[in-house]
């Protein structure tokens, strides 16, 4: 995934090996056989009661843009997301994160950013980091109340030992890739020039012979057929995380003759991807009702981040794109579909969150939540299966304290109170506060004209707002983000800056540590995977182990036995530490 423009890497974050953390704030080709569009599926045999719990089918796109579905207004064909969408409940309220990692990361844990260490960038493949152990995921949690769980697609979570591999991690089978973005035919994944590997696997094994399909389609099959060799009988979790329609832009050639007639190349083909991946979920869903699980299934749609705009995508009318906390970059394209809801067909406004997923629908499977897991998401079934009021008030888009920082922004400009030159960006009620730099922030029309952008684009761009650092916005009246009126409303200001103090202190460091060179696939076959050995695993766990005993101040190094890598990966990591708080 190439985040170069929207991550921001600094000195901090290249030197940055271990767990960094700063105080900004002031001291104290279609499953089962190709199928016509007209064609209906056998009856389903209904073998589950409604009694019994939901199957739940979680789809998840990546880079899909909010303008990029049929229902929103788009060029792009999509009848499989309509129709699915005006048959159930669209969420028009709906927010996600601006990049893969952290959506993915929320989905799965019901936490924010802060609470996992996850809250910069991306985890790249090179990292020795994944989604943080300690964390009880939503399959785990949905396995405890008898479900069968299973994925497909993309993962990027991490993967540096095999603790972190979604076999490991609440799954009983995977296929997909590890990775960020690979090769939609080949599955090859480049991390710099020469640092080149295979990235599709089957369970904890590279997927060597699945090469040469192309991955929408490999992934709607394989759905289709953990459909077809599963009981209806027992709770199902199905989460298939589309590759689709990240870069790089590649389509089955039937698919772009679609759009033969569209200018703009990149749109032609993004569009195509869109297009193949609506007919995919069409096939899931079919293979739903032919294998019978419709009946008793709750179907959810959701985007992972806003679309890219100069790969084809498109937020329009929303500010920003993908990378970026301006609304083009934050809400989602999602709705839930299922003949269990109790008011279908109609448009809800409550505010829902991805991190919201991992109650409701533990929730709604049979298990529990308690206050003492900590969660950031609600339960939000009653507001979405029956309208009522949405428990969430607000939410944390992010604080990302090694982004680069505003120029221009200050503890000053903060009321004392808070750094504005730290990226950050809050919701609460009708109020979006954002500080620093929130990224690209342009209006960007759909890309269909061919020499995209011309210079009409001009006229929705902004001049200078680089001596900016602090924006406030109704997002109610104004949703498009176009009347700034944080020197209107200081009051408003103070009071979202005092929820990012609030938010900030029960942040856990960021873990965002340096790359290492023995993730290369040339050590590993040539393929991406697992570079740390269980050897190595449970040395790193007595490590971790022993470093939180002596920080609670009830642990003696007396008898300590470490190897000299053991040693050196210590001293390493205390000394960026103090590196980092004497920089900071």
Known sequence: MAVSALTGFSLVSLLSFGYLSWDWVKPGHQADGPRASGDKPPPSPSQSGSSSPPHIIFILTDDQGYHDVGYHGSDIQTPTLDRLAAEGVKLENYYIQPICTPSRSQLLTGRYQIHTGLQHSIIRPRQPSCLPLDQVTLPQKLQEVGYSTHMVGKWHLGFYKKACLPTRRGFDTFLGSLTGNVDYYTYDNCDGPGVCGYDLHEGESVAWEQSGQYSTLLYAQRASQILANHSPRQPLFLYVAFQAVHTPLQSPREYLYRYRTMGNVARRKYAAMVTCMDEAVRNITWALKRYGYYDNSVIIFSTDNGGQTFSGGSNWPLRGR???YWEGGVRGIGFVHSPLLKRKR??????????DWY???VTLAGGSVSEAEGLDGYDVWPAISEGQVSPRVEIL?????LYNHAKHGSLEGGFGIWNTAVQASIRVGEWKLLTGDPGYSDWIPPQT???FPGSWWNLERLADGTRQSVWLFNISADPYEREDLAAQRPDVVRSLLARLVYYNRTAIPVRYPAENPRAHPDFNGGAWGPWVSEEEEEEEEEEEEEEAREGRGRASRRGRKKCKICK???????LNTRLMSNRI
């Open 322 to 324: 993908k990378g970026t």
């Open 346 to 355: 109609r448009t809800s406004r409550a505010l829902v969150h991805i991190t």
């Open 359 to 361: 109650p409701t629908l």
């Open 397 to 401: 888009h992010n604080i990302d304290p």
């Open 449 to 451: 004209l061919a020499n």
């Open 568 to 574: 050196l990966r210590s001293f390493f990591r205390k």
